[in-house]
Nanobody
Framework: QVQLVESGGGLVQAGGSLRLSCTASGDTFSKYAMGWFRQAPGKEREFAAGITGGGATTHYSDSVKGRFTISRDNAKNTVYLQMNSLKPEDTALYFC????????????????WGQGTQVTVSL
């Protein structure tokens, strides 16, 4: 059983940056691949970024590639999402996801979910 708590969301102007954090508890963090997903109002949840348990491999959706960076600190049980060059279309509720399988993360997620943190990008 893993508990996930996201933080770092907020309101930012277009072109700005935010860093999201997701801290895990309850199990050995490094066993889990981690991912960030987002859901905008009226839209389905979509994959944004994923990282393997050891942090060696990452994967991004086309919509965030080159602007967002996922990383993790296994000593702190935390995964991060650095978001740069933010656009209004990045406005969404951002969720952290944990699963044993990296493939599961990057193909839609599974396992454990956090409650989400809101990111709002204004013009």
């Amino acid at each position: 059983q893993v508990q996930l708590v996201e933080s770092g969301g907020g309101l930012v102007q277009a072109g700005g940056s935010l860093r999201l954090s997701c801290t895990a508890s309850g199990d050995t963090f490094s066993k889990y691949a981690m991912g960030w997903f987002r859901q905008a109002p009226g839209k389905e949840r979509e994959f944004a970024a994923g990282i393997t348990g050891g942090g060696a491999t990452t994967h991004y959706s086309d919509s965030v590639k080159g602007r967002f960076t996922i990383s993790r600190d296994n000593a702190k049980n935390t995964v991060y999402l650095q978001m740069n060059s933010l656009k209004p279309e990045d406005t969404a509720l951002y969720f952290c996801n944990a699963d044993y399988s990296f493939r599961t993360i990057i193909t839609g997620g599974g396992g454990y979910w956090g409650q989400g943190t809101q990111v709002t990008v204004s013009l």
